[in-house]
């Protein structure tokens, strides 16, 4: 696949343009991705990031520029389901089981009953939860909604993963769990992945690229290439490179916002 | 959008749909001819209305003292009886199922039974099925109320050494005032509602029930409609006496109703 | 055992009230009648009288459920109570079952169209405070003698469609409410799936309700009843369990129990409905965790 998986063209969102509670979402942003990819976004509350990961879903229009997501139209990339999506709140749903759950997206698509079944003890075995299918969501811990919410994200296996702070819920042990298994799901079935987060641990653990933004007006400021190569597990974490491009992040957060933010790589 | 469109955004919608009710009503019944003893229009209410004010005005009296009569002594004692409730648990578990079942049955039938314990116009047993009726709203709300203490709070108080009664007086009783408020709300539309239908079972002829049930039942449907609304108006005025005592007491929390 | 205590409760508290009962109309009444003043309070009579024909002895009570309805006839009380009172269930539950389609219909119309909720939302919410019931008697002219849609309409019909109107209002605004309860992320998913406003609705929206249509069905259930009962009165539907209760009122002289036979067929009535909800409500709660929203 040629096509890049998303490609921001100095978008812009405004919210309530023209009244008075007027909000600058983001402005001038400028972002590839390539298939493939592990892209995190992180920075402080207001920097746009959960703006920009909606506006890639169609969920918000764009004010300004364009916006390309598997080389077409955010809204047609949509209606053929390019990508899936998790959030902080698994969002399971609770009357449904945990195979019915998964089923949800394919239900919408039309696919028959055997079919959706099959794809959905797939995606459980995938996430390490084969026997899980006919338990109810409540029965199961936080960290495992969260990975049958991550199955069902992949269950039409969409080549793009758009996830927002999904593992915000979870404590610090079940987190880094979740990381490594994101890392391993995704190197196996290839998925794009943007991910928005507030830890800069975990947005080096995980990506290939961390995007830093800031806010008043929501701005990409640095990109940073974290280039730990692909193989990552718990000792990665405890590495002299690992440490290096935390700080590297850190003080790109804490740093002076660079005017005109343009997607550049900053070493 | 500006502060006055936003406003009307909220206000419109209700006056259309509540004007263009009454238009439709209007239009209907004029334009199909409808015969006055299955229908009459809004405008022969409103006539009937004026000529019958006083009449309708002194039946709202009588029916509202019935049904404040009611509120204000069901409030009480069902106040008394969560209090003792939540003291003595046996207490509570005996009155409880006779809550629930008084919440499913429709006891104003109870009314027929009382008319003949007491004089024939007397107004004592419309008072006694109003108060019954606010007694159990009060008491299953205030109930609850009572036992929803905030549990940090009692730890709070825990760690003070304090006593079960301090426990009780400070924290349980006013924890529990939200609901005694939201709970009147609930009850005081409600004891105007048991006042009127209970004068459907006989006895005096003097309140709005007795007059709905009478002027509706033959062809006199606009004087009928005239009470109706007086009803409506009178349970209203306990409602909107009701929400703003809530409101003045309770100002930091509007309870979500409960039954 | 333990799970059966509020069944005993139960029974207790019921045998509490015939004691009171029993008590009163033995002993106490007796001994006030002596001294007229002091069951007054505030210049009106507060206690009851307690003679043979106003207060029955509970044993009368039962018994009369043996004795023939109708001085002659070959049915007893018994029977045509429990004729009467199966017959207003059965209304009832027409008039329930209606209410909810019209009431969740309206939701769902208010639902999607928002203009639609804001305009009708202070209704549904002031319908709970003024006496909808005071409408019954406005139907008593129509029976047999309007013609709907080629639908003649009866006594009945009044009955159903009382209880039924009573009824929408609960559920109406228990829909609504769980209709708009999801997260907002739940409706994002459903926007990410491209999926249309029905197929939210389907998938989303109505199973979220359930919750909030619970405490909405028992109110909507009781309304019913209490709709039904009140229109078998003012309407005169002979063989409902209502009218029942003012036609044995009027042998009060002759025969002063039997109008309890037909109260307590109310009660039975009343309960039955409350059963049938609960039954429901545990039916489509089953696979829902324990934790509810009163």
Redesign the interface.
């Given at each position: 696949m040629s096509e890049l998986a998303v490609q921001a063209t100095g978008v812009g969102k405004v919210f309530n343009a023209g009244?008075p509670n007027q909000v600058d979402a983001l402005t001038d942003v400028d972002l590839t991705v390539a298939p493939g990819e592990f892209v995190s976004l992180i920075g402080p509350s207001g920097c746009g990031k959960s703006t920009l990961l909606?506006l890639i879903?169609?969920?918000l229009d764009t004010t300004t520029g364009e916006l390309r997501v598997n080389g077409k139209a955010p809204r047609q990339a949509?209606?053929d389901?390019d990508?899936?999506?998790a959030?902080?709140?698994a969002?399971l749903?609770?009357?449904?089981?945990v195979s019915k759950n998964i089923e949800?997206?394919l239900?919408?698509k039309g696919w028959d009953k055997a079919k959706r079944r099959a794809r959905a003890q797939e995606m459980l075995e995938l996430v390490k939860l084969p026997d899980r299918g006919d338990a109810?969501p409540?029965q199961l811990s936080g960290g495992q909604q969260q990975r049958i919410a991550i199955a069902r994200a992949l269950a039409a296996h969409p080549p793009l993963l758009l996830m927002d702070e999904p593992f915000g819920a979870l404590d610090e042990m079940t987190r880094e769990h979740m990381q490594a298994e994101l890392l391993r799901i995704c190197g196996e079935t290839g998925t794009t992945v943007v991910f928005v987060t507030h830890s800069i641990p975990e947005a080096v653990y995980l990506s290939d690229r961390v995007v830093v933004m800031s806010p008043g007006p929501g701005r990409i400021t640095h990109i940073v290439d974290v280039g730990l190569g692909r193989h990552r597990d718990d000792d990665t974490r405890e590495t002299d490179g690992f440490y290096d491009k935390i700080t590297e992040v850190r003080e790109a957060l804490r740093g002076s916002r660079v005017a005109g933010a343009r997607g550049i790589e900053d070493r | 959008?500006s502060a006055v469109a936003a406003r009307a955004r909220v206000v419109l919608p209700p006056i259309v749909f509540g004007v263009g009710f009454f238009v439709l009503w209007e239009a209907f019944v004029k334009l199909r001819d409808v015969k006055p003893f299955v229908l009459v229009a809004p405008s022969d209410v409103w006539s009937a209305w004026l000529d019958n004010q006083s009449d309708i005005l002194d039946a709202m009296k009588v029916t509202g003292t019935n049904a404040l009569v009611g509120l204000v002594i069901g409030t009480v004692l069902g106040s008394l009886a969560a209090l003792i409730a939540s003291a003595v648990r046996w207490i509570g578990e005996l009155v409880n199922p006779i809550a629930v079942a008084v919440n499913a049955v429709p006891i104003v039938v109870v009314v027929a039974v009382l008319t003949r314990m007491y004089e024939a116009d007397s107004e004592t047993p419309r008072r006694i099925m109003a108060t019954l009726a606010a007694f159990f709203v009060v008491f299953v709300n205030v109930a609850r109320g009572l036992n929803q203490s905030h549990p940090t709070q009692l730890e709070l108080m825990r760690s003070y050494a304090a006593s079960s009664r301090q426990q009780f007086v400070k924290v349980r009783v006013p924890n529990s005032l939200p609901f005694l408020f939201t709970a009147i709300r609930i009850a005081a539309p409600l004891t105007v509602i048991t006042a009127v239908v209970a004068e459907y079972f006989g006895g005096n002829r003097n309140g709005l029930g007795a007059s709905i049930t009478g002027f509706l039942s033959i062809s006199k449907k606009d004087v009928g409609l005239a009470y109706v609304a007086g009803a409506s108006v009178l349970g209203l005025l306990f409602f909107g006496a009701a929400a703003l005592l809530e409101y003045i007491a309770v100002p930091w929390q509007r309870q979500r109703s409960s039954r | 055992m333990r799970r059966l205590r509020p069944l005993w409760f139960g029974i207790a508290a019921f045998a509490l009230l015939v004691v009171m009962w029993e008590v009163y109309r033995r002993w106490i009444g007796e001994w006030l009648d002596t001294r007229r003043e002091v069951g007054s309070v505030l210049g009106f009579k507060l206690l009851p009288r307690s003679s043979e024909l106003a207060m029955p002895a509970v044993g009368d009570m039962l018994d009369e459920f043996g004795k023939p309805e109708v001085r002659g006839s070959g049915t007893s009380v018994f029977e045509a109570v429990l004729a009467a009172t199966f017959r207003s269930f059965t209304l009832a539950l027409a008039a329930l079952a209606l209410g909810s389609l019209v009431g969740i219909g309206v939701a769902v119309l208010m639902a999607r169209f928002k203009v639609v909720q804001r305009g009708l939302m202070p209704y549904l919410v002031i319908s709970q405070t003024i006496p909808l019931i005071a409408l019954a008697p406005l139907t008593v002219t129509w029976g047999g003698e309007i013609t709907i849609f080629g639908f003649e309409w009866e006594k009945w019909t009044s009955a159903v469609v009382l209880g039924a109107f009573l009824s929408f209002f609960p559920i109406a605004v228990g829909a609504l409410r769980g209709f708009n309860s999801p997260?907002a992320?739940?409706i994002?998913?459903m926007?990410?799936?491209?999926?249309s406003w029905f197929?939210t609705w389907r998938?989303?929206r109505l199973?979220?309700a359930?919750p909030y249509l619970t405490p909405a069905m028992r109110l909507a259930g009781s309304a019913a009843v209490f709709g039904v009962v009140v229109s078998e009165i003012s309407v005169g539907l002979t063989d409902g369990v209502g009218y029942l209760i003012l036609s044995y009122l009027q042998e009060g002289t002759s025969r002063p129990a039997k109008v309890f036979t037909a109260v307590m067929g109310t009660v039975v009535l009343g309960l039955l409905m409350a059963a049938l909800v609960a039954a429901g409500d545990r039916y489509f709660s089953r696979?829902?965790?324990k934790e509810g929203i009163a």
């Open positions: 009244r909606r879903a169609d969920l949509r209606l389901q990508y899936g999506m959030f902080q709140q969002g749903f609770e009357w449904r089981s949800l997206p239900e919408l109810m409540w | 959008m | 997260a992320s739940s994002e998913l926007d990410s799936y491209a999926a197929q998938k989303l199973p979220a359930l696979n829902r965790p």
